[in-house]
């Protein structure tokens, strides 16, 4: 009749197998997080899953041979900024907004 080795025997056993094939050696089977640690990482991958945007500034970047674009967007957003200073709803020149006012009445 064969006898079994001993527990000892048995964890001495595994944790010199651990060290030789570069695995963890955990007795107690508490959780160490390393099936996260082992995937592959997810940022990457999560990169390249939307195409890059493309606009009229990047398009002058990389080809400024093509000279000025025009942008309808742009061109409609500043004459709505024009249009809003000629009303005087713009927004305050340096030194004249609402905080400075609030300084001069303090005073």
Known sequence: MKV???ASAVSSLKALQAKIFGTTYNPTHARTGSKVLRQRLQG?????YY????NFRSIEKLAPSLGR???IREI???KDVERK?????GPPKKGEGRRAAMKGKKK
């Open 44 to 48: 990457p991958s999560m990169l390249t």
């Open 69 to 71: 674009l025009q942008d």
């Open 4 to 6: 079994a080795p001993s």
């Open 85 to 89: 200073k000629m009303l005087g709803k």
């Open 76 to 78: 409609q957003r500043e």
């Open 51 to 54: 195409p890059p945007t493309v």
